[in-house]
Nanobody
Framework: QVQLVESGGGLVQAGDSLRLSCTAS????????MGWFRQAPGKEREFVAG????????LYANSVKGRFTISRDNAKNTGYLQMNSLKAEDTAVYYC???????????????????WGQGTQVTVSS
């Protein structure tokens, strides 16, 4: 069973950048696709970005396309979310998770993910 720990969150100003990390322990991280989701207060968890096990395929929510970049380094058992041009509406707790199945297709559906981390808070002041 893969265990995931997110890090890199913080308080920044609008227009700033942050890079989140998702480090895996136990299991075989490199076998599975992974995704980033976020949840703002009073809102449902929403998909942010996903990446296939190889890193060859990526998918982004329209709200972050062109500003965020998902990547992974399987040798380090770590996934990343580079967030540029941050906006106040990006404020949320960010979670990473791995795909339930060994499939190459990237999914935006939360129910297709498991091994959720504890989350890292990102706060963007305007």
């Amino acid at each position: 069973q893969v265990q995931l720990v997110e890090s890199g969150g913080g308080l920044v100003q609008a227009g700033d950048s942050l890079r989140l990390s998702c480090t895996a322990s136990r299991g075989t991280f490199s076998n599975y696709g992974m995704g980033w989701f976020r949840q703002a207060p009073g809102k449902e968890r929403e998909f942010v970005a996903g990446i296939s096990w190889s890193g060859g395929s990526t998918l982004y929510a329209n709200s972050v396309k062109g500003r965020f970049t998902i990547s992974r380094d399987n040798a380090k058992n770590t996934g990343y979310l580079q967030m540029n041009s941050l906006k106040a509406e990006d404020t949320a707790v960010y979670y990473c998770a791995t795909r339930r199945k060994l499939v190459p297709v990237v999914s935006s559906r939360a129910y297709e993910y498991e091994n959720w981390g504890q989350g890292t808070q990102v706060t963007v002041s305007s």
